[in-house]
């Protein structure tokens, strides 16, 4: 599978998942360590990748605009940012 591993999680991460034979790259590879959630999807979506987040603005984005893509898998064992309200 291929992965997109967002800034709340660790870029060793990325190193496990490429050891079990995935294609990963952090969001910081791919100079995206300063945007936003709406900014990462459609690159994504575009590179085929599954999102990896500790955000739970993810989510929350997703539903809002009725997206079919990116995939997402939220990670809560990471540095939890929780939504703005």
């Known amino acids: 599978m291929r992965f997109l591993v967002d800034m709340p999680l660790s870029p060793g991460l ?3 998942l490429s050891t079990q034979g995935h294609d990963a790259v952090h969001a910081n590879d791919l100079l995206l360590h300063q945007a936003s959630d709406a900014e990462i999807l459609p690159v994504a979506t575009e590179q085929l ?3 990896i987040t500790a955000d739970l603005d993810f989510p929350r984005l997703l539903a809002t ?5 990116p995939g997402l898998i939220l990670y809560e064992a990471g540095t939890i940012r ?3 309200v």
Request: glycine letters at 0%; a positive charge.
């Open 14 to 16: 990325v190193h496990w």
């Open 65 to 69: 605009v009725s997206a079919e893509a």
């Open 82 to 84: 929780r939504p703005k």
């Open 49 to 51: 990748r599954v999102i």
